[in-house]
């Protein structure tokens, strides 16, 4: 991984062939078609020493190879933030506060129990850390952790260690990266389903941190939905679940450790629902509006015939989209143009106002015709068109693209991040209309209205999650509460309607801040009292997920030239 | 309900038109067609006086009405006890060691807020009651329990407060029987789809306090699948959950409600999903054993089309079935005879081995005979034949009043009860053969073979429920030991297949015993911290679920003559 970027560090978002992309890019946000900035030179940062607490080290040196144990200042760094817009930005100033002071590569189930068990005598705190893609904050030392920082990635225990065919599950290792669990379950004739954008990067054990969701969630569930058992080291013991199909054993202990962030201890290991591998075929469809798009959606869930993936963008994701297609030929141009002047005439769609939809099916030839047959049936009866597989084509070939293409904006001083929720479908368009005046109130500045693309990610029989990108020019000295302005006003936008603090980007540090409205007095209490029991000293990830005694906004993003830092301690 | 039965007081199971009923139990059972011994008169019950904390009585006084509290003998002992057989055992002999002292009627949510701040203010312990039906003696005072104790009635708050026709969500008071909230649903159009086999006397709280299953969970998942959002009256606080499809805000506090038994407070409301009343069918069909009717489960959850429910009984049930039928006028009985020779003939159905299922189809016309026409011929590919909808008609018909059975069985001198769980499919063979094994070993007396029947009641990807059901002759003087004996070698057995503890019915004070060994001493560290968190004093429904000190067999269900009394305090 980069580590002022995304991804692949051979790689960038790819501008060619996309002649309109900058130019709608700028007409709305202000970003323009500059010579980038690149980051701080990563051998420049200044890194303080590691604090490393020696009966901890002497501990793990008797268990673990040399090459397990790094206190290099290039491991550290690469271990120290996620991908979240304000790590991004530290990361390309080069500020790094706190870096943890070593990173532990244990590769197997034991090898953890030895690393909880000897922080757990010499309080030594622990991050548990997969691919390093999350965008909460949930990797990060927080700046008030005074002890040791040990930072264990999961990494190298990346197996699939069983198939069990006939009950259609897969025991897999929690620091599995997406394309290799799925390599060995491709080859094994089956597939986990779960491809969320971060797939490439991030891990099983992330995902479940997290509750992530994924492309194909509409049909598979989020993550949380195909877990059978879990296995967590935690400073007090080794949870194990059941390995069953469902129980009545009390409150359900998958729930409590999906989604706990590294609070609770370390996920090593999970039983999965897996299921063959099929074909699948990827359309793009066009409605009016957003409101028929959501219609046509419900619809199809009452008829119970809804695609693995329908993904619904607003006007101006739309537009975005139209704007990374490379030039027509001439002749093309004219059909373009004949085809927009079709539309508007026959169908009243206006291309301002259009959305599109990504449809995806999978299954044997046969079931994605019939899916294919209703659901175009239907979305005929929204005054939706159908317009091939090109385009859903192209955007299945990009669907990991988007991160690069962040990062393409931050160097030409760009602020770009998302937020997403969820909400009952009696709240999903008026939250849709709120959020977005929201979001382009906060980022107007002159002739620019600022970027707020809107899609309707996953949908449920009783609500959908909305998924909002946001851009603008970045306030050079002022990034943090620029940001901060935005994000503060969207959350508080979505918490009083009712929705979601987050459908499945997590809480982390970023969104402490909001947990406690969110889930309520009670609720927090419930979470503290899991920590009490498994983590007692606070050794898993402190900081994250639990507010501390200070978490109020204004503790959130301390100034770091202020003395009084705030308590994280929960 | 009756107190030392189930159900209606005004009914009991019918034998007339059931001219081989007894013949077939007595035949396996070794229970006789004998006079029935009536229960101990109700009136003759001795009860001890209730101890009443006044300062709690004086706090409720000034809130409530006096006919919502009520500390009287006979309110007293309706709520003393559940309907498991070890309930019936003492119900029947008259035997009350202990009840609860008052029994409370609020009609709010705050009156419930009410009632707890009262008795965290007294000590006073809290039992929520529904409909009583609990059969793992979750609503019953422990023997150890010296504090006042009132048991909180949720009958009054029994309506359906709003349905988001929208969002396909009504939000339900818990203490809604099935067919309260089902008239109030149907009449609006919609259903809750929940349909247990205590369906006409449990409440929405009981369901989601047990997890309980139902009827069609095939399609609509057990109850744990339809909350959307609960209210829960915690002597901390209460906890209200988003009211959202899905959330990423640290682990699902919904999950952690669902299955808490009355341990961290008292469920008060639920929004729940709920779908548009449809048509249905039930048929059945006879495949030639149970293997093949896992096969052709199995079949139809790969090809998705598993009907809403799928019913699998084993040859010892079908026989049941069968021998409830009425007698056949003489020109049937000879079409029956010819059946049976043309099964063995043509389809090699031995009629010994052969296993009914029992199948529902819910929807249109239309979508009723698509799923007919393709579970039926997956049907015929697995050597099964239709038996058209008599049967299932049949058994839809009477599907409420096998807890009746018992009652007449019991009353003849029979030792009558359930045992269930779930496991992954590579486990449902091997798990049937020993669990039968276990159980005829335990029942078998001379000629008396015992009767162990079992069917497969709900099916996921991964696994299914397996139910078993149990019969003999009541050894008097003996009873419990017996029953112990019976029920300790059934759960041995399944969690050394490493099946579920139990898949619908939940743990309550029966199960106690089992509890770390199925979730282990994290997971039950884990719930400890959970209690601890929402109920320090331990006020609510205390000794259940989680283990006190003393939990091991012995102290289960210790002498009623020994000194030592076990402690319960988790």
Not at 202 to 218: E, K, P, V
Not at 272 to 285: A, W
Not at 332 to 348: N, V
Not at 492 to 513: D, F, Q, R, V
């Amino acid at each position: 991984m980069k580590f002022a970027g995304w991804g692949d560090p051979g790689k960038r978002f790819s501008l060619e062939g996309k002649p309109n992309l900058w130019s709608f890019i700028e007409s709305v946000t202000g970003v323009a078609d500059s010579t980038p900035t690149p980051p701080v030179d990563f051998d420049s940062i200044t890194l303080s020493e590691p604090r490393i607490e020696e009966t901890f080290l002497l501990a793990l040196t008797k268990q673990l190879r040399h090459d397990q144990i790094a206190s290099d200042r290039t491991t550290r760094l690469l271990h120290c933030y996620g991908k979240s817009y304000r790590d991004l930005l530290r990361a390309i100033a080069g500020k790094v506060e706190r870096a943890p002071d070593l990173v532990l590569f244990p590769e197997s189930q034991e090898e953890v129990v030895t690393i909880v068990t000897a922080a757990a005598a010499s309080n030594v705190k622990l991050i548990p850390f997969g691919g390093g893609t999350n965008i909460v904050g949930g990797v990060e030392v927080t700046p008030t952790t005074r002890s040791t920082v040990a930072t264990v990635s999961l990494r190298r225990m990346n197996r699939v260690l069983r198939i069990d065919e006939s009950s259609l599950v897969a025991t897999i290792e929690a620091g599995a990266l997406g394309p290799e669990l799925e390599s060995d379950l491709n080859a094994a004739g089956y597939t986990l389903g779960h491809f969320p954008d971060s797939f490439e990067f991030s891990t099983l054990g992330g995902w479940l941190a997290t509750r992530s969701a994924g492309m194909q969630s509409d049909r598979w569930g989020k993550i949380e939905d195909m877990v059978v058992s879990l296995t967590m080291v935690s400073p007090t013991g080794t949870l194990r679940t059941p390995r069953v199909p469902k129980t009545a054993t009390g409150p359900d202990l998958n729930q409590v450790i999906v989604g706990s962030e590294g609070i609770l201890g370390i996920i090593t290991e999970a039983t999965m629902r897996i299921h063959p591998l099929e074909g699948s075929e990827y359309r793009s469809l066009l409605v009016p509006d957003f409101a028929s798009g959501v219609a046509l959606i419900r619809r199809c869930l009452r008829e119970d015939c809804l695609p693995s993936t329908m993904r619904l963008s607003c006007p101006e994701e739309t537009q975005l989209g139209i704007a990374m297609k490379p030039r027509p030929s001439p002749g093309k141009a004219i059909l373009q143009r004949l085809g927009k002047t079709w539309l508007r005439a026959t169908k009243g769609i206006q291309m301002e106002k259009a959305c599109a939809i990504i449809v995806g099916f999978e299954g044997s030839r046969k079931r994605i015709a019939e899916q294919r047959k209703r659901v175009l049936a239907l979305t005929r009866e929204h005054r939706g068109v159908d317009l091939g597989t090109s385009a859903g084509d192209r955007w299945f070939a990009g669907k990991y693209d988007y991160p690069y293409l962040r990062d393409t904006m931050m160097e030409r001083g760009g602020m770009v991040d998302v937020t997403e929720t969820s909400a009952l479908w009696s709240e999903v368009l008026p939250l849709y209309e709120s959020m977005k005046r929201t979001l382009h109130d906060q980022l107007r500045e002159g002739d620019f209205p600022g970027y707020v693309g809107c899609h309707l990610s996953h949908s449920y029989a009783s609500g959908a999650c909305l998924y909002f990108t946001f851009a603008a020019r970045r306030e050079p000295g002022n990034e943090l509460n620029q940001y901060l302005a935005v994000k503060r006003a969207a959350v508080e936008t979505l918490l009083a309607s009712g929705a979601a603090l987050s459908h499945h980007h997590a809480i982390g540090y970023e969104h402490l801040p909001w947990i406690e409205s969110a889930i309520g007095e009670t609720g927090v209490r419930a979470l503290k009292g899991l920590k009490e029991a498994l983590d007692p000293d606070d050794l898993c990830n402190p900081g994250k997920l639990i507010p501390g005694r200070e978490s109020s906004l204004d503790h959130f993003w301390p100034d770091p030239s202020s003395s009084a830092t705030p308590d994280q301690e929960p």
